[in-house]
């Protein structure tokens, strides 16, 4: 059997597990431990095994990911997502379809201390579903509005994606997470102008005149205060030189439990339920760690991650061009499996070939800006047909919208995410301008 057929073999087993509901991390486990054993037999595959755990998380630099996933459910149980929306709604509800724009800008606020995806458009959509109906927004500018605006929840640091981005490629989380500020705020201002564009290109989406829209209040803006300070803390210390970003994920989980209690919505129970969501998502996490690092090593073994850089190198086309093509994979790829799956799958393929490319920068600065593109493009698969896992989460939680709605919804924001992937591309130094004011 050829190495090109048996790395197809091994995704195609990857592949029909997916297909028969088998979850991603026993899926790429499965499929790296029968091309593992097929190529090196059962004895090198134990060796592999016995010794990969512990190679794997015995890094100090991946207690960030639990430490950054329990700040946002202290945020999301402590009843600061209610605080977010009432604050962006009264400063955005003057505007035509100022609800979806108060949406945009609530979950922006909230991935600054989440840097969940789904975790983001689940909690913002709890708040601000039942306003928008009530409003009369229609349910697919609602739904559409709700799930892109959940990619915010990685587009803005902290994002959990570009900490394993980080640890995979070996480079500073500190500088992936400054780079990373600017296109997220373009991707908010983008998502925003596309709801005041769609309101008044497509009637009866919005209402035309809100005689009851909420209004900014005192109370409302000092209800805000402890999330933006929560945030000066935790990015103001990691660039201040205070503390790392491992330690600023614990001082950021330990200032929003104190915010929650503050607020007096944080119970026994919930405080519990903090704990064991994120033992859960770290273990997805984890898992999925382990199952791609058998799924890459076998395909290293087949030698093809090499013949196809080679093969790519000996095409002739520009580093631009091969960056592009890889942006597309990570669009079809995003579309059907979840963003850190795809990370962890194809970064020790693709990431090397990237940095054997000259694009005419520092290597340091090749490596964040594709990491930047690559966290926009996977941005862009949570909410693209067929899957979309964002829709998903999002209509489920509108029972009464059909999911066809909710992809309609979505389309004006695929428009937005477009052009801004593509201004990104073209002009890297958007990405690194503030990279150079970090140490």
């Known amino acids: ?38 190529q090196s037999g059962w004895g090198p595959f134990s060796s592999f095994l016995n010794t990969q755990a512990f190679a ?21 149980q402590g009843g600061i997502s209610k605080a977010l929306f009432g604050f962006a709604a009264g400063v955005m509800g003057r505007f035509k379809g100022g609800l979806a724009m108060a949406s945009i800008l609530a979950c922006a606020a909230f991935g600054a201390i989440c840097g969940s995806s789904v975790a983001t458009a689940a909690t913002i959509t ?38 394993i ?14 780079a990373a500020m600017v296109p997220g705020l373009i991707a908010m201002l983008g998502y925003m102008a596309a709801i005041a564009i769609y309101v008044r290109l497509v009637p009866g989406q919005a209402p035309d005149v809100d005689d009851n829209r909420p ?7 000092s209800a805000v205060l402890p999330i933006g300070l929560i945030f000066l803390i935790v990015f103001g210390g990691i660039y201040g030189g205070w503390f790392t970003p491992t330690e600023g994920a614990a001082v950021g989980a330990a200032a929003t439990f104190v915010a929650a209690l503050l607020k007096r919505e944080m119970s026994w129970a919930k405080f519990k339920l903090c704990f064991y969501a994120t033992a859960a998502s770290s273990a997805m996490i984890f898992l999925i760690f382990i199952g791609a690092d ?34 597309l994979f990570y669009v079809v790829m995003g579309a059907v499996m979840d963003e850190l799956s795809v990370l962890l799958l194809t970064i020790p393929i693709f990431f090397p070939m990237v940095m ?20 926009m493009t996977v941005g862009f698969g949570l909410l693209a047909p067929p899957v979309g896992l964002n829709v998903y989460v999002v209509n489920s939680l509108a029972k009464d919208v059909p999911i066809s709605e909710s992809y309609k919804g979505v389309m004006p924001f695929l428009i937005s995410d477009t052009l801004r992937t593509l201004v990104l591309l073209l002009f890297p130094g958007i990405s690194l301008w503030l990279v150079k004011y970090v140490s």
């Open 1 to 38: 059997m050829s190495a090109v057929t048996l790395a197809l073999l091994i995704f195609g087993i990857m592949l029909v597990f997916m297909a028969i509901r088998v979850p991603i991390a026993v899926a790429m486990f499965a499929a790296g431990s029968i091309g593992y054993v097929m």
């Open 56 to 76: 794997r998380f015995a890094s100090y630099d991946l207690s960030v990911i639990p430490l950054f996933i329990l700040m946002g459910h202290f945020a999301t």
């Open 126 to 163: 709890g708040v601000a579903l039942p306003e928008m109906k009530r409003h009369g927004y229609s349910g697919r500018l609602a739904t559409g509005t709700l799930a892109a605006g959940g990619t915010l929840g990685i587009l803005i640091p902290p994002s959990v994606p570009l900490v």
């Open 165 to 178: 981005y980080a640890i995979l490629t070996e480079q500073n989380i500190a500088k992936l997470f400054a």
């Open 215 to 221: 209004t900014l209040t005192l109370r409302s803006f």
């Open 294 to 327: 058998l799924m890459n090593s076998a395909l290293a073994l087949t030698q093809v991650p090499n013949q196809l850089a080679a093969a790519v190198g000996s095409w002739g086309l520009s580093p631009l061009m091969v960056v592009t093509a890889i942006l």
């Open 356 to 375: 054997g490319l000259d694009f005419g920068m520092p290597q340091e600065s090749v490596a964040i800006w594709f990491g930047i593109m690559v966290l």
